[in-house]
């Protein structure tokens, strides 16, 4: 099960996260001065001088439970590993927390990041010891247990081939998270697929290509699962008629129709069973059923509803790329305002997929509106985010209005 993707999901180690939070304790005075002389050694580049204090504090007779070692312990450890020199730094953070005696919450940080940097270095066993042991006590004290953390256990599980926990965690991550991420939803579909789950494994892949409906290796995965349950002619027939008859109970069996029809390219008939779905309160309305009829009303080219439906949507979920793809549809009806909001607002929530695009079309939106100073505003920015050879010829477009205008 090697294929299965790892690494760049989860590995962004925030060392501000792990510092104790209410601590209990308090390190020594002596020990507080040292560090206020390291960390002004460090601004200024002094490593070597940082790397002597640190060994001259570790160089000293602590006992088993000192809360000061365990410190200076996480704290070199983390300065070990922003050197890259992670293996010595990861050995460092093991061993402050051996002393048991850091805060229980920065102790439960610790060990997420310890768990981390072990499955970064492929100990996926390693890794698995203390993130079961980090979920175990976030559950029991009520701590932060991010989706992320859940979605490593999964992860590391897969690794191990351990298929079976490794779809309990990931599904749990899936579940928990504001925001669709795809390479969890893909793991999620290969291990449906691996463990025989075939059902599961098409739900899946409609998740995906309800996210990304024109990444066509997502729409093949839904189809060889429509292949593999044998869902043609019988299966159509016999959903169909249950829809002209009302006869459909479950949501599921109104989204697998609908999404069948946009697989058969007749997205007005998944409409149909949509809104025939929502109408008869058997289709829950929530975000991922509201993108779902954006998508069919998309493909149907019925754009208006689209951006209503997706307007619905993201005031039901905080994911980022349900607004930036109102924006697109907005900027596709020449609702120029409305696309200038609808990208400021996915911007706002964090937008990030590829730099200075959402500039970009902002800038472009405003050429429209005939708001020049703010479009060379915008498309400058854009520019200098890497979209230079996008926003040059808007630019130069502009300086041509502006002369012909005077």
């Known amino acids: 099960m090697k294929y299965l993707f790892f690494i760049s999901l989860l590995f962004s180690i925030s060392y501000a996260n792990a510092a104790p939070s209410n601590n209990e304790n308090t390190i020594s ?191 093949e995965q839904m189809g060889a699962m429509y292949n593999q349950l044998q869902f043609e002619i019988e299966s159509l027939s016999s959903l169909e008629f249950g829809f002209t008859q009302d006869l459909l109970k479950t949501e599921k069996d109104y989204l697998l129709l609908a999404n069948f029809y946009m697989y058969k390219a007749v997205p007005n008939d998944a409409v149909k069973v949509l809104e025939a779905g929502f109408k008869r309160k058997k289709i829950k309305t929530n975000a991922k059923n509201l993108e779902t009829l954006s998508n069919a009303y998309l493909s149907s080219k019925e754009h208006i509803k689209a951006a209503n439906k997706l307007q619905e949507a993201s005031k039901l979920s905080d994911d980022p790329e349900l607004i930036y793809r109102l924006g697109q549809i907005e900027l596709n009806l020449s609702r120029w305002d409305k696309a200038i909001e609808s990208f400021q607002l996915a911007q706002d929530k964090g937008w990030n997929k590829e730099k200075g695009k959402i500039e970009y079309f902002i800038g472009i939106s405003f050429i429209e509106l005939e708001e020049f100073n703010q479009a060379v505003k915008y498309l400058s920015m854009s520019s200098e985010l890497g979209q230079d050879k996008l926003v040059e010829p808007w630019l130069q477009y502009i300086e041509y209005l502006q002369k012909t205008a005077s």
Not at 116 to 122: F, M
Not at 149 to 167: F, K, W
Not at 187 to 200: C, G, M, N, T, V
């Open 29 to 219: 005075g002596w020990v507080y001065y040292e560090f206020l002389s390291i960390e002004d050694k460090l601004e200024q580049g002094r490593y070597a001088e940082v790397e002597a204090d640190y060994l001259d504090l570790l160089d000293n007779t602590w006992s088993s439970r000192s809360f000061d070692h365990a410190v200076i312990l996480k704290k070199y450890g983390f300065y070990l590993v922003s050197r890259d020199r992670v293996p010595e730094g990861l050995k460092h953070l093991q061993w402050s927390l051996r002393k048991q005696a850091l805060e229980p919450r920065d102790a439960h940080n610790v060990q997420y990041v310890v768990a981390q940097i072990s499955a970064s270095l492929g100990k996926y066993e390693e890794a698995l010891d203390y993130l079961l042991d980090w979920y175990r006590v976030g559950v029991n004290r009520r701590f932060d247990l991010t989706p992320k953390g859940i979605a490593l256990i999964g992860i590391c599980y897969a690794q191990l081939e351990e298929y079976r926990p490794a779809i309990k965690y990931i599904t749990m991550a899936t579940e928990q998270s504001y925001v669709f991420m795809k390479p969890w939803y893909e793991l999620k579909f290969a291990l449906h697929y691996r463990l025989d789950e075939y059902l599961l494994a098409l739900e899946t892949a409609q998740d995906l290509v309800r996210n990304s409906p024109k990444e066509k290796k997502y729409l």
